[in-house]
């Protein structure tokens, strides 16, 4: 069974790399396209991540990560539980907002919030991260959706936003 699980986890790793080369990353049943070459594909670190993307921002001392979740079919929860879960996640009410992405007919749900982040595991410690933006895209999928939040510095997210947006409407691309 062990080797199973390592040759799984070995094929998930290969198959990450090609999609990176590709210039595609695959979350639920979406193929996102990287926004540019500066994004990049890498291994996922929780089994709850359905992928990761990195992008070196000037100004910053480690990349920032876009990370994807998928939870399965009718799972993940509803567009407002989702954002006021993110929203929970600063000390205090951030400033915050909400806009609805037309991808070619398609809803996505964008939410950006500053202010002091509460950085940490789900049910870890948490480390105050003062003027920190989160970025969060809810993607309606074929059976549930796909999330997608990136955190960072308030001046480094600021950089990458654009390129954030059209990550999340990426799999659906104009006729």
């Known amino acids: ?48 991540r359905a992928a990761t993307l990195q992008i070196t921002v000037e100004g910053t001392d480690k990349p920032l990560e876009a990370v994807f ?6 799972q993940g929860g ?6 006021d879960r993110w929203l929970g996640q600063f000390e205090s009410p951030p400033t915050s907002s909400t806009e609805e992405l037309d991808a070619n007919g398609t809803k996505v749900s964008l939410v950006t919030a500053t202010g002091t982040y509460m950085d940490g595991a789900m049910f870890g410690p948490k480390t105050a991260k003062a003027d920190y933006t989160l970025l969060g895209a809810i993607i309606p999928g074929p059976d549930a959706p796909i999330f997608i939040k990136l955190t960072g510095p308030k001046a480094a997210v600021a950089k990458i936003t654009a390129d954030f947006k059209k990550l999340a409407v990426s799999p659906f691309p104009a006729n």
């Open 78 to 83: 509803d567009t407002k539980a989702n954002i």
């Open 1 to 48: 069974m062990k080797r199973l699980l390592t040759a799984l986890a070995l094929l998930s790793l290969a198959t990450t790399s090609l999609r990176a080369e590709e210039g595609k990353v695959s979350a639920g049943n979406l193929s996102f396209t990287l926004p540019s070459n500066l994004w990049t594909a890498v291994p996922t670190s929780s089994p709850m």
């Open 69 to 74: 979740y998928y939870f399965g079919s009718g």
